[in-house]
């Protein structure tokens, strides 16, 4: 590993931890000419998963989008960052050990809103609104109702 300071190519490493359920290894360096301490992180690369868009579209996973959507339908609610972090992290370890090039979108969408229903229910049915593609106040009305008779 280079030195990122002095670009030496010879380092020391002084620890190494687990991180990201074991996912990733977080290491420690030294470097063996300036003494400059620096943290590197080691993954295994998995091949990059693809969407199948309603459409028939394809387009490469964004992490970005599932977090965008989950904050979106969770604003203003009792629902912390961290939760919201754990929730997508979960969406995509499962996405992952599923399915290996390609997933549809529905999937994703459907992932969403299980876990969405169980957390808060006013953020589920924001999400289901614009994953269902509501035409109306009597959709929304039913799943509202659906949500009443399930509890």
Not at 24 to 49: D, G, M, N, P, W
Not at 81 to 103: A, N
């Amino acid at each position: 590993m280079r030195c990122p300071k002095c670009g030496n190519v010879d380092d020391k490493v002084i620890d190494s931890r687990s991180v990201r359920n074991g996912d990733v290894i977080r290491r420690r360096r030294i470097c063996t000419q300036c003494s400059y301490r620096f943290t590197t992180y080691e993954e295994v690369v998995k091949a990059t998963l693809r969407v199948i868009k309603r459409d028939g579209r394809h387009e490469e996973f964004d992490r970005k989008k599932i977090l965008g959507g989950i904050e979106r339908a969770c604003e203003k609610r009792s629902i912390s960052s961290q939760q919201i972090e754990t929730i997508v992290d979960s969406i995509i370890s499962e996405l992952e050990s599923e399915y290996e090039r390609e997933v549809p979108s529905t999937i994703i969408g459907k992932k969403v809103m299980d876990r969405l229903e169980k957390i808060d229910e006013v953020a589920f049915v924001r999400f289901a609104s614009v994953y269902r593609r509501f035409r109306d106040v009597n959709q929304f009305l039913s799943e509202v109702e659906g949500l009443i008779g399930r509890q």
